[in-house]
């Protein structure tokens, strides 16, 4: 195994963008792997190939899975209605896609086996989405276990490592690690909309934008780019 050989799962988001920065930082080798899963908001793989682009990734996939085949989220049913204030809490909001994570995963964990990679990188973060039950330390820790069992990698003893940098971290300090890694935000997409430029209303803007004033860069927010 490479050590320093890591997939990042790279939506085109913030957080896994710096995730991904955060990797290639630590003189990993990044392979970057995208997932074209239904979403509504598919600029988030246009931003995910900027990213890649920017980071000047050697590898880029993505991946075709089109879980908006049966729906169960506002993020692959453009029926439901997208949340635009902040979710009660116990409460899974409907951007909650059913099994997302526990599938790109997977697929990462097949990858990293082929190409001989150590970990997978993950933007994850329990601090502002807390109701997705698949972004929570403890799912961590349980994929982690499975990860080393399910595959002929784990069982020689090459365990590859589920890493998530950020998933006890708040926005307001993934925004400043992304700014002091000279990660270009504007080219990232967090909006769950499947409009040109961001909403500025749903829950995603809404975090984001609120962080960005948070830490006095209003010039980085959704208004700014409609």
Not at 7 to 12: T, V
Not at 29 to 54: M, P
Not at 63 to 85: H, M, Q, V
Request: net charge positive; proline share 4%.
């Amino acid at each position: 195994m490479n050590n320093r050989k890591t997939i990042a799962l790279l939506s085109g988001g913030l957080d896994s963008a710096t995730a991904a920065a955060i990797a290639k930082e630590n003189g990993h080798e990044v392979i970057a792997l995208s997932f074209d899963y239904g979403q509504r908001h598919r600029q988030e793989l246009q931003a995910a190939t900027k990213i890649a682009n920017h980071l000047k990734l050697k590898e880029h996939q993505i991946i075709k899975i089109n879980l908006a085949t049966w729906g169960g989220s506002s993020l692959t049913d453009i029926r439901e209605n997208l949340p635009t204030s902040k979710t009660s809490d116990g409460v899974i909001p409907n951007t909650y896609v059913p099994g997302r994570n526990t599938i790109f995963i997977a697929i990462a964990l097949s990858l990293a086996e082929v190409r001989h990679a150590k970990q997978i990188v993950l933007g994850i973060n329990a601090m502002d989405y807390s109701g997705y039950p698949d972004c929570r330390p403890d799912y961590l820790e349980a994929f982690q276990k499975l990860a080393s069992l399910s595959n002929k990698a784990g069982r020689e003893g090459n365990i590859i490592k589920l890493w998530a940098p950020l998933v006890n971290w708040k926005k307001t300090e993934i925004i400043k690690e992304a700014l002091r890694l000279n990660l270009p935000i504007d080219l990232t997409w967090s909006c769950y909309s499947e409009n040109a430029n961001p909403c500025g209303k749903c829950d995603s803007c809404r975090i984001r934008d609120e962080a960005l004033e948070k830490i006095g860069r209003p010039d980085l927010c959704s208004n700014q780019r409609q």
